[in-house]
């Protein structure tokens, strides 16, 4: 029987904490789920083997267990026994404490169909403190899912509902608006079921916001160029500009230098969960010089030019 490497299958060194099993065990689960692979039977036979994996080392008792059993995998395969003693004692020299101890099966993992070695590893195994019956008696909290969401940036700012398909329910929920790349949302109780009795748990989407060409976002403000002419630029006035919250109306003052910035409050993005805030809009002013002079405006260019006999 082929000893199974539970921590090279989850991908962790073995002195991973619980907390970063469980969030690779949340990554891993979300890629290889069946839902996602429908038909891919490596995918199907990977995911099973992330379940076996995870129901030993997410809990310390099991994993310390299985520790031990890593230790001595090849002195008890040599012994030729067809399971894993009840007293462990021979192959890790300690006493073997049956007082206060259980039994754990399969059933303590919701039968799920897992391999010969796990099945020979638990049959008949006693260890652990506290009363028989304590672990299946205690309700088991529904593991926590994780996905990408990408929205598109018009999407982040006005905010959007999203509908997705996981485990063969249609699950509809709200964007707010102003959120952020890489921000996480949680929808509450559409992770895996609960056992005997326990929550659900909770699917946790990573939020990818899709880049917009005329912006460039910092925290809630944003930042955009507007070309104007060189004559706009030297007489000043007013030009239309396109915004996410429609078309505005903006003065141009007379004189106004390339690069020089506009601020316009509250045209930035909405701020987070917090209505009626918005960030700023800062527009940087692109002067556009003339091309293809005719004579006239050549001459008349020279004009203006000896009018200024420093520049």
């Known amino acids: 029987m082929e000893y199974k490497d539970y921590y090279k299958i989850m991908g962790v060194p073995k002195d991973a904490s619980q907390e970063e099993i469980k969030k690779q065990y949340r990554k891993l689960a979300v890629r290889y789920h069946p839902d996602k692979n429908p038909g891919n039977k490596q995918a199907e036979e990977k995911f099973k083997e992330l379940g076996e994996a995870y129901a030993v080392l997410s809990h310390p008792e099991t994993r310390k267990k299985y520790d031990t059993l890593g230790a001595n995998w090849k002195q008890y ?42 099945n020979s590893f638990f049959s008949g195994t006693r260890f652990g403190q506290g009363k028989p019956g304590d672990y299946k008696s205690n309700p088991i909290k529904g593991e926590d899912y994780e996905a990408k ?35 996480i949302l949680r929808v509450k109780g559409k992770g895996s079921k609960g056992r005997r009795g326990g929550e659900s748990g909770h699917l946790y989407l990573e939020v990818e916001v899709e880049p917009d060409p005329r912006y460039v976002r910092i925290k809630d403000d944003l930042y955009t160029d507007l070309h104007v002419s060189l004559y706009h630029a030297v007489l000043g006035g007013e030009t239309t500009i396109s915004t996410l919250k429609g078309s505005f109306k903006i003065k141009i003052p007379p004189e106004t230098q390339n690069g020089k910035t506009l601020r316009l409050k509250g045209l930035g993005m909405p701020v987070y969960l917090r209505k009626g805030e918005s960030g700023s809009l800062f527009v940087k002013i692109l002067v556009d010089i003339p091309q293809n002079l005719n004579a006239e405006e050549i001459s008349l260019f020279k004009k203006l030019a000896s009018l200024r006999p420093e520049i």
């Open 77 to 118: 395969e040599q012994s030729g026994q067809s399971q894993y003693p009840s007293d462990s004692s021979q192959w890790t020299g300690q006493r073997s404490r049956t007082q206060n101890s259980r039994t754990y099966t399969s059933e303590d993992f919701e039968g799920a169909d897992f391999s010969e070695f796990f």
């Open 149 to 183: 969401l990408t929205v598109t940036f018009e999407e982040a700012y006005q905010g959007t509902e999203k509908l997705i398909s996981l485990n063969n329910e249609k699950i509809k929920f709200t964007v707010p608006p102003g959120v952020s790349n890489g921000q």
